[in-house]
């Protein structure tokens, strides 16, 4: 996978694997091997793992749900309104 963090001077090495657990998860969960797995648990009880998942899977479901009914912000909100989303045929 390109752009996977790694540790260095902004993340430590557990925050880099929390980060590449959420990116792979997001981009294809068929990605989060054995191998990976067995990194995340060198760094992080199974409690903390499956908290990140299943936070995952929450942001991933919101952001497929918004993407899929195009939601876009309250005219009085804050946010930045608007929303432009692609469409693509089934190839």
């Keep these: 996978m390109e ?3 790694t540790a260095g001077d ?3 090495e557990r925050e880099a694997l ?3 657990l959420a990116e792979r998860i997001a981009l294809d969960p068929h990605t989060v091997t054995d191998e990976f797995f ?7 009880t199974e409690d903390e793992i499956v908290e990140m998942v299943f936070a995952c899977g929450i942001f991933n479901w919101g952001n ?4 899929t009914m195009n939601m876009d912000s309250a ?5 930045e309104g608007d929303m432009q989303y692609r469409q693509e ?3």
């Design 3 to 5: 752009h996977q963090p």
């Design 75 to 79: 005219d009085e909100s804050e946010y």
């Design 38 to 44: 067995a990194s995340l648990k060198e760094h992080f």
């Design 18 to 20: 929390g980060v590449s």
């Design 10 to 12: 902004v993340l430590n």
């Design 64 to 67: 497929k749900f918004n993407i």
């Design 89 to 91: 045929e089934i190839a």
